[in-house]
């Protein structure tokens, strides 16, 4: 599975979408994520990634978009 | 180690509801309970002060601890809405109860400002004997209609509770504080305007934070977030105590919760609980009893007790 295909899962997983949002589509302004759907898109991420994403992290800008969270996971790699 | 001996609180008459926000801000009324978890909220009427609810709720306290005010060794108090930069509303609380020389330190901060106090009293009271912790918000005069996120959310209120080296209901067991000033301009209140939030990321690292800080104070004392009898929250939204009670896989109704009547009155909410839920069934409850906060900061903690049979 792509890196891609694996966000997409997560963001399904816990938002109520009935397609997949645009790559650089706003998760917020588009009402996908709220405050509380989005420490569960985190956690979701860890676990689809096997990662730990650490506090200092937590900026929701960065978890906004797809594109975002590739770039965010694709530096966390490099 | 020192007891928890009493609680109180004090709110305003003045009950604002969901209706009267939607027509202040354009929010659907339904939306904001929906959001939230909040039906209504207090304010307090205009000559109102912080110190004015602070002495309710310390008077309350006081009644029901049995105690004097002459028998109180040292005062916290907590609010991040004062009048003034300084003195804050704790010198003023201190001779308004007629004590003109005992220590009574204003602790400046917003949510977790009654958690720490306990936690400050705690240690306080080997040598101060009774410390009265209060923390008081008038949150109303610090919010904009013009930022409707902000403004659905917060009332005013105050409350109280009395540590004792003595004698209590509850020995307090152990705490932890906690900080992350990486965050601090997510929540603010500048010293001139309105309360500033961001949201998102409030609550992003509190169902994060907590959850955790609660599980390994827990844990480095051997309990299961399940073998608790009560949490006591700083009543921040409906949908957080939630999250972290699911987190914790404990049942939404461990975690006492009175949002829906009072909204968030910030640093004194816990404390507002806590009167609440020891005036309404803490005796049909056993078990640990956990209080928990976070806020600005971010600072955020959680205090474990046991009840005295």
Request: net charge negative.
């Amino acid at each position: 599975m792509s890196k891609q295909a694996g966000i997409l899962k997560v963001i399904h997983a816990v938002a109520d979408l009935a397609t997949d949002p645009a790559p650089d589509e706003s998760l917020f302004g588009s009402g996908a994520l709220d405050s509380f759907t989005l420490p569960d898109l985190v956690t979701g991420l860890e676990q689809e990634f096997r990662i730990t994403i650490p506090d200092t992290d937590l900026v929701p800008e960065r978890f906004d978009s797809v594109a975002k969270i590739e770039a965010y996971l694709d530096k966390r790699a490099g | 180690m020192p007891y928890l001996r009493s609680f109180g609180c004090a709110l305003p008459a003045e009950r604002v509801d969901n209706e009267a926000l939607a027509a202040r801000t354009g929010r659907d009324a339904a939306e904001i309970e929906e959001k939230t978890g909040i039906r209504e909220r207090r304010y307090a009427a205009a000559g109102v002060t912080v110190a004015d609810l602070g002495l309710a709720a310390a008077s309350d306290c006081l009644a029901n601890s049995g105690l004097s005010a002459q028998e109180v060794g040292l005062i916290l108090f907590a609010t991040g809405s004062g009048e003034r930069c300084f003195p804050g509303p704790a010198s003023e609380l201190a001779a308004r109860l007629g004590l003109t020389s005992t220590p009574a330190i204003d602790l400046p901060m917003a949510s977790v400002g009654s958690l720490t106090g306990i936690a400050l009293a705690n240690d306080m009271a080997p040598r101060y004997g009774n410390v009265l912790v209060v923390a008081s918000e008038i949150m109303s005069r610090r919010i904009s209609d013009a930022d409707p996120d902000t403004a659905i959310l917060f009332g005013d209120g105050a409350g109280a509770c009395l540590v004792s080296r003595e004698s209590g209901f509850a020995r307090i067991v152990d705490f932890a504080l906690y900080t992350d000033g990486n965050s601090a301009g997510s929540l603010y209140l500048p010293s001139s305007g309105t309360l500033q939030m961001n949201g998102l990321a409030v609550i992003m690292h509190a169902s994060r934070k907590l959850p955790r800080a609660i599980g390994d104070l827990l844990n480095k004392h051997g309990i299961s977030p399940a073998d608790v009898g009560v949490y006591l929250m700083h009543q921040a939204n409906a949908n957080l105590l939630r999250k972290v009670a699911s987190t914790l896989k404990v049942p939404d109704e461990r975690f006492f919760s009175n949002i829906e009547c009072y909204g968030n009155t910030s640093s004194a909410s816990l404390l507002i609980a806590a009167a609440e839920w020891r005036r309404a069934d803490a005796k049909a409850i056993a078990g640990p009893i956990v209080l928990a906060a976070f806020g600005a900061g971010f600072h955020w903690g959680v205090l474990l007790a046991e009840q005295i049979a």
